[in-house]
């Protein structure tokens, strides 16, 4: 056959298009890309991610804990987390970077725990019979001092709207504490009366509170700046469950026997015109009496107010 009938043949055409696609996959041994022919642009990144990651100022760091040999269906997710991530990689931010944890090693497993990742249980057969084993399946989000995790992640279904939102909200919680002028304004509000009527947790309150600020400071370099007030007045009381929510409480009052007056407890965290209150509300007890409610986690609840007040 002639050069010229051949090259105008089908199998010239065949054997020119398999030339081209060797050629490619060589070239892309060392150029990560990627076009998308899944059907809904299953791997491109919405124009959000792009943005988010654009607009990165300081090094933020994505740690993926995936346990390996992870059975049907969960061992595609690893495999779409790794490729999604690398997608948020491909974007050319250098302050944006991942890293896959070895969840073999002691270390991984320690990395894990200081994260806040947790193991969970999964169900695989083996020698023909269900099993069930601890594995990892989370990743963390650091950025400055700030982590945020993403627990048990199972599917792949809006998993790119989990991570950017979780990247977006880290940022903005940290740049906008970052650019205060002010502090958060801290205050407790109580009525010394209550004090008479051996309220569970009421005598360590005020020290309780200082605790969780003093603690918060520390971790915050010094955002919130504590005050406490005291509600004597009936008037006082009203005002504060209109404007924050705070429990009325009702007792006797010992020098007008027949007559009541109000009293109350609460916090607030404000900044600016914006506020988060922090309820402590008083709880009746199984066997009898009353305690305030709380309390026990009231420096974790210090810590979020003035991120959700600064999202806001």
Known sequence: ????EYLASE?????LLLVVIVLVNLVCLDWFFRIDLTEGNTYSLSSVSRETIATLREPLTVSV???RDLPAP????????????????????????????DMES???????????????QVQEVRSDEFQSRNAYMGIAVSYADEVAQLQEIT??????YRITTTISRLVGTVEAAAALDEKVETVLYYSPALASYRIAG??????????????????????LDLRVETVNQDAAVASLGEQY?????????????????????????????????????LSQQLFGGYALAGLSNIQERSRGGPGRALEQ
């Open 1 to 4: 056959m002639k050069i010229k």
């Open 11 to 15: 199998r010239s055409n065949r054997l």
């Open 65 to 67: 804990f995936f346990s």
């Open 74 to 101: 969960y061992n595609t997710v690893a495999r779409y987390v790794r490729d999604l991530l690398a997608e948020y990689d491909s974007l050319g931010n250098p302050n944006f970077r991942y890293q896959l944890v």
């Open 106 to 120: 002691d270390g991984g497993r320690e990395t894990a725990d200081s994260y806040g990742i947790r193991s969970v």
């Open 155 to 160: 599917g792949t279904e809006g998993l790119e």
């Open 202 to 223: 009421f005598d360590e309150l005020e020290d309780l509170v200082t605790e969780a600020v003093q603690a918060v400071n520390a971790e915050k370099n010094g955002i």
């Open 245 to 281: 929510g705070f429990q009325r409480i009702s007792y006797p009052d010992q020098d007008n026997p027949g007559r009541n007056r109000q009293a109350t407890v609460g916090m607030v965290l404000r900044l600016g015109d914006r506020f988060e209150t922090l309820p402590l509300d």
